[in-house]
């Protein structure tokens, strides 16, 4: 097994994998790092849907250009599948059937959700030209242990991380927005049942199929931290779909599928790593300091 | 009215127009010639649907990224409107329903439907965003007068400067691919009702709603040209969809549009200003040849 990415080693966390340190934008480094690999899983993105929109072009290149260098990539090394880590909360834009089934139409209100799409289609290009296999998945909104907290990713880490810093949480708009979140866990098993599927199914939405308001999110938050977590409220933002819930049947059927981490379950495990990460997180700033002290 | 393009002149045939000339690469340029616009028609390709397949990544920067570019000056210069001229024969990809209609599925086989697809989505985008209108045109195989003959471009065009050079016309495949041919006439037409439409529909197919093979194409032009036109048989592109008609019945219905030249009065048009074109093209050559011999 090997990783990418653009740090200089391979996250502690990760053991038994070899590290290749590269830009997604580098062809020579994704090149090196596709070379003799038998499947490929793409869960590369330089945006967000916040940040995409704030640079279109950019997002384009960086992204939609970067993967097609991607999959050129594995055409010429002869790879045999590539797996695509998707959008399922953006790529149907405001959604016409709610759960939403991945055959329902795809209107992104976002640069982001354009992106992904347009990557979907050149996976699809690359199956009918070069014959590439391919599996696309279009993720609700992913949460868990080793989530790290970064602004405009993972609403419940974002939450968690204020929360535990008893800073207020921020929330765009009334709260009334809904999401489907998804724990890490399961999401790692679609990845996997992916990677040997056969059949003439190629896309998958990867949701637990309910969705919640982010202000039942707080409420959950509440309940397992045992505490009162206060709210600040800001403007709604254009990209922000009002609601978003995936039918998750076809991965249950064709894929063999299920969400088996419950919501709230998922949630003090995520806890659990947070107050441990942040503690860590104290120390490693408490030394740091100890050592300016020092100075 | 303005036009942009590349040449250094506007074409002779277009008069009563103000020239831009630049590059649609080249923001400066295209700034220049939208600054005050109220309506922008968006026709601008670099690429053909076979054309793009060979260099995806360009395709992407050239079209894609270029168009975003034009939509943020159309958002900067407050441009009321913009209408794309997108291709119905390829968004599609091989159809899911035949006459197909906008609703169908967008499965693009080639990299050129993809960009074509990627860009009304931004332009869906900049609506959502910024309130900037737009139309967009799905067009079928559009053909008349004033198609220049250069590769890849336009069947009819090419059948025509073989058939008239007393050349075999050349075939992809055994001819049974069906098209939809659009005479440009109705085109204009279509674009210029799409420039006052009101409404919630946004994206029209514009085509003949008839279907015709390749061979029933050749036929066409020997009983038009009362002659036999030999044919010279290729292997089939991976990149052509088999069969390919629009329902028009969206634009009939909303846009007050209908297709009002029959196809054999359009193809009697287009010889009668292709044997003058190509009688003006001859005696151009020759007098080229004789600057060449005198020189």
């Known amino acids: ?14 053991t038994g994998v070899e590290w290749f340190r590269g830009n997604f934008n580098d062809p020579q480094a994704v090149n090196a790092a596709v070379e003799s690999a038998d499947i490929v899983i793409h869960a590369v993105s330089t945006t967000t849907p916040h940040t995409a929109n704030l640079d279109k072009t950019g997002d384009i290149i960086a992204n939609v250009v970067s993967t097609v ?6 055409r010429n090394f002869d790879v045999q599948r590539i797996i695509f880590l998707s959008s399922g909360g953006t790529v149907y834009g405001i959604p016409s059937v709610v759960p939403t089934p991945e055959s329902a139409e795809t209107a ?3 640069a982001y959700g354009i992106s992904k799409l347009s990557i979907e289609k ?3 290009l690359y199956h009918h030209l070069y014959g590439l296999e391919y599996r696309i998945l279009r993720i609700a909104n992913p949460f868990g242990p080793h989530q790290e907290y970064r602004r405009h990713r993972g609403v419940i880490t974002a939450f968690l991380n204020d929360a535990l810093n008893n800073k207020p ?9 809904v999401r489907d979140y998804i724990y890490v866990d399961d999401l790692v098993n679609a990845i996997i049942l992916s990677m040997t599927h056969q059949g003439k199914d190629r896309v998958f939405n990867i949701g637990s199929g309910e ?5 039942e999110l ?11 977590v206060p709210v600040q409220y800001f403007e709604t933002r254009a990209t922000d779909v009002p609601c978003s819930i995936l039918d998750i049947s076809l991965a249950q059927e064709k894929l063999g599928w299920r969400p088996q981490v419950p919501f709230e379950q998922g949630l003090d495990r995520t806890i659990a790593w947070a107050r441990g990460y942040n503690a860590l997180a104290r120390k490693k700033e408490g030394a740091s300091r100890l050592r300016l002290a020092g100075e």
Chains 1, 2 share one sequence.
């Open 1 to 14: 097994v090997r990783a990418f990415g653009r740090q200089e080693a391979c996250p502690e966390e990760i």
């Open 169 to 177: 949480v921020h929330i765009w708009g009334d709260g009334s927005i």
């Open 69 to 74: 260098h991607l999959l050129e990539a594995c």
């Open 211 to 215: 969705g919640r308001t982010l202000n």
């Open 218 to 228: 707080v409420a959950a938050l509440e309940r397992s931290l045992k505490r009162p």
């Open 122 to 124: 050149y996976l699809a």
């Open 108 to 110: 992104p209100i976002s």
